[in-house]
């Protein structure tokens, strides 16, 4: 059995904007597989379905923010009479470019697929790890092949549903 001797932690080359601190809650799961290369593709796939996710739902919350807010202060502007038309059309033309962005990328529809994908992922790494399932009663190295087809699924799916939501956006079929 190949010894560890390296933790996947936030310096092994993976670079994560948004959700850092979920990361690092969860990379005591990936420090606990032996085998390296299984043990940086699950905190790699882990740390990739994380940022997306925290990073779309930033995105989904700003912009949704902005569709609110800006209707509503253009609205109430309106109502001033030494408020300038300039000043309203512009407010009202950020409001439709926030929709149409909110709209053309489906922030929404991004944020819950990545979730998804990053849930799926500690999901199934919380059962290898506590050896419960379908892992309790198979050797180390079976073990390891069973993790690994089933992270490639989740993977797999989790593109699958990215590229589905990718060519909707495009108009293609």
């Known amino acids: 059995m190949e010894e560890k001797t390296e933790s996947a932690t936030l310096d092994n080359g993976v670079k994560i904007l948004f959700g850092r601190k979920e990361l690092g809650s969860y990379s005591f799961l990936c420090d606990a597989i032996e085998d390296r290369t299984l043990r940086l593709r699950a905190y790699s796939s882990l740390a990739y379905y994380i940022n997306k996710a925290a990073f779309y739902k930033f995105a989904w ?58 849930e799926n992922l500690k999901s199934e790494l919380s059962e290898y790890c506590a050896k419960t399932g379908r892992y309790s ?7 390891n092949a069973i993790f690994s087809e089933a992270m490639e699924r989740i993977i797999k799916q989790g593109y699958s549903k990215i590229a589905s939501l990718e060519n909707n956006a495009s108009g293609k079929s």
Request: proline fraction near 2%; glycine fraction near 4%.
């Open 61 to 118: 919350s700003v912009l949704s923010f902005l569709g609110i807010i800006l209707p509503a202060a253009a609205t109430y502007l309106t109502c001033k009479a030494e408020v300038n038309a300039k000043l309203i059309a512009f407010i009202t033309a950020l409001t439709t470019v926030a929709s149409g962005t909110l709209a053309l990328f489906k922030c929404a529809d991004k944020k819950e697929a990545y979730r998804n994908s990053a």
């Open 137 to 143: 009663s198979v050797e180390d190295s079976e073990r």
